[in-house]
């Protein structure tokens, strides 16, 4: 018994402290030095926060090098896709356009009466818009985010919006000199602040880590009302970092209460990153 | 054939194959994630680890796994060591299983790796969810697991083409 526990000892220690001819340390110091690390890369320290820039630099650009052949390979498959897609897609397209000239009149009127009646509240609603490329769009299934080549020489700060044409699709969580991170919606840890039309109930918009979102924080029991309508998701703007009325997604009959998000999250290239100032606000 | 098979440049770029597979694959976070299959996600930086530090830790390095981990953590995006410490915990199992293994047997090792992965993506979940308070789906995590166990059989068989080649190379 005794030598057993010896034998199970030795193999550990071997395992732990022993180095072959060509490792330059044992498995213990790193170790020791990767729990360091991770307990240094939480510290607000100033010295750590340049470091980690510096490394978060040198890595997204390397990787935005390195996923140059996968990224060809994904825009083969898209391609192929959108190719097998196309009889269908061109019927949908029709019905829409018909919709398109009529809809546009109205919203070029209910845009320019907002805007007098905003003016008159004095809750003008003023932005700027960086346009960024998407860097590195890597679909992990941990964390649902995307590398955009701007960064804190642009201007760009923490809680910006992300926007793909006119479609809410995250927020900047992470922000280095030349990029910066942004969280997409169907993340697990993104949450936003959002508005149901044309019930006007107010909800929290939760990404679900798929792609597709989910409505959490509401007390009325909203889905009696999603029968047999379209529902259209916006943001509240109640956070103060978004301005109200951003599309976000749709539920319909269809999407058993789940939220069928406008922008497609994988066809990703170029976004603007929006930041809101509201009335008077410098 | 036998004059390529002496050629040094493909002795050195074999030996050090492994490790450029290492970085490649951490850069792009090789997964097949852009076929957009539903459930279908698996872990090859961990076969490849496994494998290597198991049959032929010479080619790769801990250090080199040490910084593969970190560049991980950044292109994902989770806290930075965390990737690293795994990928050193799978080092251990694996130096582990060495020390007290004669003759290496395919079926103890795959099952080893299940144990192994369910082990170091359970200290993954709670690093992330209890310490940082960062959500993650359980259910990818335990698809991740699941396909990377199953996938083991395939990649093995092309690594130990591939560590015959180094063997062969190298004692040539």
Request: proline fraction near 3%.
């Amino acid at each position: 018994m005794a030598a057993g526990r010896d034998d199970f000892v030795i193999a550990i220690r071997s395992a732990f402290l022993k180095k072959k001819d060509k490792q330059k340390f044992s498995l213990l110091t790193l170790i020791i030095l990767s729990i360091f690390v991770i307990v240094l890369s939480n510290l607000n320290f100033k010295a750590i926060q340049f470091v980690k820039l510096g490394i978060n630099e040198v890595i997204y650009r390397s990787s935005h090098i390195a996923s140059i052949p996968e990224n060809k390979l994904k825009e083969i498959t898209s391609k192929f896709k959108s190719h097998m897609d196309l009889y269908e897609s061109h019927q949908k397209e029709l019905i829409k356009i018909e919709n398109s000239d009529q809809l546009k009149l109205q919203n070029e009127f209910l845009t320019a009466e907002n805007e007098k009646l905003r003016e008159l509240l004095d809750e003008s609603i003023n932005s700027e818009e960086i346009f960024a490329r998407v860097l590195i769009d890597k679909d992990s299934p941990y964390l649902k985010s995307v590398v955009l080549n701007k960064g804190t020489k642009d201007k760009v700060k923490i809680g910006m919006a992300v926007i793909d044409d006119v479609y809410l699709v995250g927020q900047i969580i992470e922000v280095n000199y030349t990029n910066s991170r942004a969280l997409l919606l169907s993340d697990l840890n993104s949450k936003i602040p959002s508005v149901l039309e044309p019930d006007d109930i107010q909800v929290v918009v939760s990404g679900t880590g798929s792609n597709f979102g989910t409505i959490e924080h509401t007390q009325i029991d909203f889905k009696d009302s999603f029968n047999n309508k379209e529902i259209i998701v916006y943001s509240s703007g109640l956070g103060g970092l978004f301005k109200p009325g951003i599309p976000i997604g749709k539920i319909d009959d269809s999407s058993n209460g789940q939220i069928n998000f406008f922008s497609d999250f994988t066809q990703l290239n170029y976004v603007k990153i929006v930041s809101y100032k509201f009335g008077g606000e410098k | 054939m036998s004059s390529l098979n002496k050629s040094p440049f493909l002795r050195i770029f074999l030996s050090y194959l492994p490790i450029i597979i290492l970085f490649f694959s951490v850069f792009n976070e090789f997964d097949f994630n852009y076929l957009e299959l539903d459930y279908f996600a698996f872990n090859f930086v961990h076969l490849l680890i496994f494998f290597w530090t198991l049959r032929n830790p010479d080619q790769l390095g801990y250090l080199a796994i040490f910084f593969a981990g970190i560049i991980n953590d950044v292109v994902i995006g989770i806290p930075i060591g965390i990737s690293s410490f795994c990928y050193l915990i799978l080092c251990s199992v694996t130096a582990y299983i060495r020390n007290i293994t004669l003759t290496p047997n395919f079926m103890k090792d795959w099952i080893s790796l299940l144990f192994t992965i369910l082990l170091i993506n359970s200290i993954q979940v709670i690093i992330l969810d209890l310490v940082f308070l960062i959500k993650v789906d359980y259910t990818n995590y335990l698809i991740n697991s699941g396909f990377t166990f199953l996938f083991y059989p395939i990649f093995f068989i092309f690594f130990n083409f591939l560590n015959e080649r180094i063997s062969y190379q190298t004692n040539d």
